[in-house]
């Protein structure tokens, strides 16, 4: 506050000169004070902002998020065969991107994908740690809310994963789809689907 009215007199005086010159007056010291309050200074630590819980300290700025807006249709992962038609292909030509990967094929269905990967003849290393990685970042990098992902590199699994996605166009909901999911989560896992 005192730094400001300290700016404040300032950029007063600075004004009151500038017009004295551009009206050709010199400007001259004046023995009586000003009008102008007087401000002193002294050293006062400036304070610590307060943080509050989400105060949304990741966003750019530390702005907080806006109360008002709608929520990310896609927090619940996919919810309608519409955004899944298109989160599939979107992820699909994403890692088909990977120089690991050929062929990808992905099924969506609430918080559960399944991706299914045919590899590159020259790439030798196989379904591995940073290969999984690498696809749930992709998968995530294209629509938040997808918790489970289940990945296979079995080609009869990804053959049922591409007629699945041929259904989606003309599935009218989600539940069919859904369960034709679980049964290929569980021939993956080797149990019950998540």
């Known amino acids: 506050m005192k730094k400001t009215l300290l700016a404040l007199s300032l950029t007063a005086a600075a004004g009151m000169m500038l017009t004295s010159c551009a009206a050709g007056m010199e400007p001259t010291p004046s023995a009586s004070p000003s009008a102008s309050p007087t401000v002193t200074v002294t050293n006062v630590p400036a304070a610590e902002p307060e943080t509050m819980p989400d105060s949304g300290a990741d966003s750019p700025m530390g702005l ?29 030509d994403e890692l088909e991107k990977l120089s ?30 940073r290969l999984r990685e690498i696809v749930r970042e ?17 080609l009869g699994l990804m053959g049922e994963l591409e007629k699945l996605g041929d259904s989606l166009d003309g ?12 049964k290929i989560i569980q021939r993956i896992t080797g149990g019950s689907a998540a």
């Open 171 to 182: 599935a009218a909901d989600m539940d069919s789809l859904r369960s034709e999911m679980e």
């Open 138 to 154: 992709r998968v995530n990098g294209v629509i938040s809310g997808v918790s489970v992902i289940e990945i296979t590199d079995d």
């Open 64 to 92: 907080l998020p806006d109360e008002s807006a709608s929520p990310d249709p896609t927090a619940e992962g996919v919810t309608s065969v519409s955004d899944a038609r298109k989160a599939v292909e979107s992820i699909e």
């Open 100 to 129: 690991e990967v050929d062929n990808a094929q992905v099924m969506l269905a609430g918080n559960t994908a399944v991706v299914a990967l045919e590899f590159d003849d020259q790439y030798q290393g196989g379904l591995d740690d």
